[in-house]
């Protein structure tokens, strides 16, 4: 009798552990992906960003961490303080999406099987380096704590020569204009410079059709003209394109107008309430 009863628990053990399902890879369903380049070259004084997208099922949450030369920064979207970053130069923008992929894609992103439906969800893990300086250069990985899954990206930040905090004082505001004109969100922080610090300037990514929108809006269609300023201001000819609304598009040349940008963003401040 003991016996028996010895073999009816171990069979209740065996069947339990059959009840539990164990998380492995193979049963999440996701899909780990980035925006951003692997090398990454920001400018010091201003901001980047760092995109990782997790496309998922709504019903197995996943979640992400990033690392900074193999230390922990953000686990998922709690600010590890030991880390020894300055909470001030880094934020988390972390968005969820319920409605931008439909069921029929999800389940061919996924492979599912014939009678297999999943839910899409797309979790943006967005870490936003801000005031970069050399220190922010390094090694950075977006990593899924639940499987083995990661990107990697390598951060490169260039001198700008700019002196830290000169768009402090700048009191323009033309968003309004900009998103009208539908500016790149990476070169949107031009048209309000007091805020640049709050969000991510990448002037290397700007393309002409951007700078082209930005001098319509500060020049309000050609009615103001900032060339005699920046001539005052001893900014080089080749750069007084920025100067009126005769930009049609970039050359190599204008790439060094980056180093006057404080002048040239003086100009624009003068008149901006005329």
């Known amino acids: 009798m003991k016996f028996l009863n010895f073999l009816f628990i171990i069979y209740k053990i065996l069947?339990?552990?059959?009840?539990?399902?164990?998380?492995?890879?193979?049963?999440?369903?996701?899909?780990?992906?980035?925006?951003?380049?692997?090398?990454?070259?920001?400018?010091?004084?201003?901001?980047?960003?760092?995109?990782?997208?997790?496309?998922?099922?709504?019903?197995?949450?996943?979640?992400?961490s990033w690392l900074k030369n193999g230390v922990v920064m953000f686990n998922n979207t709690k600010f590890i303080v030991s880390s020894g970053v300055d909470p001030s130069s880094v934020y988390l923008q972390h968005t969820i999406d319920e409605e931008s992929m439909k069921v029929e894609d999800c389940k061919?992103?996924?492979?599912?099987?014939?009678?297999?439906?999943?839910?899409c969800i797309t979790e943006n893990y967005n870490l936003i380096l801000r005031n970069i300086t050399k220190q922010d250069g390094g090694d950075y990985r977006c990593v899924i704590n639940e499987v083995p899954q990661q990107l990697d990206f390598h951060v490169e930040v260039l001198n700008s020569g700019l002196k830290?905090?000169?768009?402090?004082?700048?009191?323009?505001?033309?968003?309004?204009?900009?998103?009208?004109?539908?500016?790149?969100?990476?070169?949107?922080?031009m048209c309000k410079?007091?805020?640049?610090?709050?969000?991510?300037?990448?002037?290397?990514?700007?393309?002409?059709?951007?700078?082209?929108?930005?001098?319509?809006?500060?020049?309000?269609?050609?009615?103001?003209?900032?060339?005699s300023c920046c001539q005052a201001r001893n900014i080089p000819d080749f750069c007084h394109d920025f100067c009126s609304n005769n930009f049609t598009m970039l050359?190599?040349?204008?790439?060094?107008?980056?180093?006057?940008?404080?002048?040239i963003f003086e100009c624009f401040n003068l008149q901006a309430d005329t």
């Open 164 to 189: 830290q905090g000169f768009h402090k004082h700048i009191r323009y505001d033309y968003t309004a204009c900009c998103l009208e004109r539908g500016i790149n969100p990476m070169c949107r922080s």
């Open 193 to 227: 410079p007091r805020d640049m610090y709050l969000e991510v300037f990448d002037p290397i990514s700007c393309q002409s059709a951007d700078f082209r929108n930005f001098i319509h809006c500060v020049t309000d269609d050609g009615r103001k003209n900032y060339t």
């Open 251 to 263: 050359k190599k040349s204008h790439r060094l107008c980056l180093y006057y940008l404080p002048e």
């Open 15 to 64: 069947l339990f552990k059959s009840s539990i399902q164990w998380p492995t890879t193979n049963e999440y369903k996701f899909q780990l992906t980035s925006t951003s380049d692997v090398i990454i070259p920001v400018l010091d004084g201003f901001s980047g960003r760092l995109q990782c997208t997790v496309y998922r099922c709504k019903d197995q949450a996943l979640s992400v």
């Open 108 to 119: 061919e992103m996924f492979k599912l099987p014939q009678g297999k439906t999943c839910n």
